[in-house]
């Protein structure tokens, strides 16, 4: 159809028949079938026709619309100066607004823009045609499609010497954001204005699909830095010619290098990995290298290389659709943490958890405190389940060392040919048996802790070397190893045995002794507590795990019975002799009756010794041997005993234990533990 004056003139007369009261028998077809829906919808509205109206927004709505408009007007405003610059000068101002139909951007010739005032073309001003009734930017929303609205087409009077074409904007997911629109006073009618319209709405839709996948893919990039940044490893990401795109800040301060000097640069001339220059071809490590331990070298330098644990992956499923390498690295530090994490090398006791109040218990509990205070070495000697480990916990939480691993390692039971292994690590294929991969011992784990050797007196003399090394240098090699580690370890080393007489016999090194034996603690025995045993007592009978959730005491006629026992498996035998008790007692106190038999029996012993002894005295020194009375003290009571009741049978055990009061499996077992050969009392 054509703007022509004839169609212009029927416009005008069916636009005054719509517009009166009596429009009945009019003929409406010959109008543009969606200006004449628009017109009705205008009159739905109730939009008077003849009245010039329009909500227009106060400053500080017009502020909150351009804010939430503010990525649509920066968009299309270089679009509208592009069209203005066609069409400035010839009667024509562009209007942009968002998808209720509010005037977010006007641009125009000056007379144009003042004319356009006096309509209420502005902006802030509503030009939906609920509000303006049939318009070219209400009437383009309405049907979300490219209009063209003549003069006459105009619904409300003062626009009907506007000729306009709009074009709807819409985003990325194809919703409606709006419409650009160009408006001209003149009556001549271009169908090219729309054209031009619709070429700019064309591009500014493109842009704004293209600026949506652009801030899609800022924001994933921002996500996946995050995340990069976020994990505790060392990532690097290569193209597919092996050249670093991206590294993490873990991964620049393992690989001391700065993301600056790294980026664009070929891996291979950054570090290599297991030898030194040699290539890293990642493709060939994908399967072999997936978390395992790894010598890296640094490129051109000849320093000690780092031990890592790297993976391994492709971008995309293999190198035939490479599109680049990702590399993680985790440093073996932080894995032996892990590692101390999940094997519990955690110290739990503290000073507190040390009871007795008794001036040997607080003279230890001082000595401890003095130990914790410096880092040198620390030997505890004492007999068994003396608490010497306890001592060594405590030691540790309160020392400079406590963040750090507490990592105990039994030297006596650990068979001969693993202590060194285990102590020190190995690397891999160092030895028949060694794993593919290398592994960290006990020193590595316990790097920047304490490392707690007990029974150091049973450690072989091949190992005592390569410990006092350890000590002197305060660096281990592994088993195998060309290089070796920096640590920083605080020693606690403990003992049952008489360390000075091992060193005399030559089984223990007289230099790691005197190592070793920088602070010693004496740890005494229970015997020597006093009171600490009917303390300790109660506070096992409290603590131990009771079935039924009974408060325990402990009668009086106990505590006589356990301060007169000499205790030789120390506080663990008072320990075990209260879990007992608690177990057979079916109240909640703990009577003579639930002791164990040689605490019991004890008492009968010590009153039979004391009648045989002045009896075995006299054969002793018919014997011409002296007796050892002077000797007694209540620490060697029971190993005395034994000796006695031996010389008086001649080496009979059933004798024996009848004379001590006790079983012969008893008697055994302790022979075993003082080393007593009964042999040597027989004739
Ligand atoms: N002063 C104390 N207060 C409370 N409990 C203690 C005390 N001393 C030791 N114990 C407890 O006694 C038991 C034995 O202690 P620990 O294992 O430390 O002795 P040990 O001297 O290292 O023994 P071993 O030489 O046989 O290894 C542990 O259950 C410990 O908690």
């Not at 823009?113 to 049939?134: C, D, F, Y």
């Not at 873990?250 to 001391?256: E, G, I, S, T, Y």
């Not at 060939?284 to 490129?299: G, V």
């Amino acid at each position: 159809m054509q703007f022509t004056k004839e169609y212009q003139e029927k416009l005008q007369s069916a636009w005054e028949h719509f517009t009166s009261e009596d429009d009945e028998q009019f003929d409406y077809t010959f109008i543009r079938p969606m200006i004449f829906q628009s017109w009705l919808r205008s009159r739905m509205y109730q939009v008077n026709p003849f009245e010039k109206k329009t909500a227009i927004m106060d400053l500080s709505e017009i502020a909150a619309l351009a804010k939430a408009n503010s990525r649509l007007i920066k968009t299309v405003r270089p679009y509208m100066e592009k069209l203005y610059s066609i069409v400035e000068g010839s009667g024509y101002f562009l209007l942009l607004s968002d998808k209720d139909g509010y005037v977010l951007d006007l641009i125009g010739d000056h007379e144009m823009i003042e004319q356009a005032k006096e309509s209420l073309l502005v902006v802030g001003a509503n030009r939906s045609e609920s509000v303006a009734g049939t318009n070219a930017i209400g009437t383009c929303l309405a049907i979300q499609a490219p209009i063209q609205i003549w003069n006459g087409e105009h619904y409300v009077i003062s626009h009907r010497h506007y000729s306009c074409s709009s074009g709807p904007i819409f985003d990325s997911t194809g919703a409606l954001l709006g419409c650009l629109n160009i408006t001209g006073s003149n009556t001549e009618i271009h169908t090219h204005t729309l054209g031009m319209v619709l070429s700019a709405v064309d591009g500014i839709n493109k842009e704004l699909k293209i600026r949506k996948a652009y801030d899609e893919i800022e924001s994933m990039s921002a996500q996946r830095n995050s995340i990069l940044e976020a994990v505790t490893s060392g990532l690097i990401l290569l193209n597919e010619d092996d050249e670093i795109i991206q590294m993490n800040g873990n991964a620049q301060r393992m690989l001391h290098i700065s993301g600056q000097n790294a980026i664009g640069r070929n891996i291979n001339s950054i570090i290599s990995i297991d030898e030194p220059d040699q290539r890293c071809n990642f493709y060939a490590l994908k399967s072999a290298y997936s978390d395992k331990e790894t010598d890296i070298y640094f490129a051109g330098s000849y320093t000690a290389p780092i031990k890592f644990r790297i993976s391994v992956s492709f971008v995309g499923q293999d190198k035939m659709h490479d599109r680049g390498t990702v590399i993680r690295l985790d440093e073996a530090k932080y894995i032996n943490k892990l590692v101390n994490k999940v094997s519990g090398f955690k110290a739990s006791y503290h000073f507190s958890n040390i009871m007795g109040s008794s001036s040997p218990a607080r003279f230890l509990v001082s000595s401890c405190e003095k130990a914790a205070r410096n880092s040198s070495n620390v030997l505890l000697l004492g007999e068994s389940g003396t608490g010497k480990e306890l001592a060594a916990q405590s030691i540790h939480n309160a020392s400079y060392y406590r963040d750090g691993p507490f990592v105990a390692i039994n030297c006596a039971a650990l068979p001969k040919g693993l202590i060194e292994s285990e102590l020190f690590g190995y690397e891999k294929g160092a030895f028949t048996g060694a794993g593919k991969e290398g592994n960290p011992g006990k020193f590595e784990l316990a790097d920047g802790g304490t490392i707690f050797l007990d029974e150091i007196g049973d450690m072989p003399l091949d190992v005592q070397a390569s410990l006092l090394r350890v000590i002197q240098t305060r660096e281990v090699v592994r088993i195998g190893a060309k290089y070796t580690k920096k640590i920083d370890v605080r020693i606690i080393a403990a003992t049952n045995r008489n360390l000075l007489e091992e060193v005399s016999n030559k089984s223990f090194r007289q230099d790691l002794y005197y190592r070793l034996n920088v602070l010693t603690i004496q740890m005494p025995p229970l015997r020597d507590r006093g009171d600490d045993i009917c303390e300790l007592a109660d506070h096992f009978a409290q603590t131990l795990y009771n079935p039924w959730g009974r408060r325990m005491t402990i009668s009086p006629q106990v505590y006589p019975l356990l301060k007169k026992y000499s205790w030789p498996g120390n506080i663990r035998e008072l320990e075990n002799a209260i879990e007992r008790a608690i177990n057979i007692t079916d109240d909640d106190q703990i009577r003579p009756e639930h002791l164990p038999e040689q605490i019991l029996v004890w008492e009968n012993t010590l009153e039979r010794f004391d009648q045989s002894k002045n009896e075995m005295a006299s054969q002793l020194n018919q014997l011409n041997q002296p007796l050892p009375v002077s000797s007694f003290n209540l620490g060697k009571k029971d190993c005395d005993l034994i000796h006695l009741g031996l010389k008086q049978t001649g080496g009979n055990i059933r004798k024996t234990a009848d004379l001590l009061g006790i079983s012969r499996r008893t008697l055994y077992r302790r022979m075993d533990k003082y080393g007593i050969d009964y042999g040597n009392f027989r004739d």
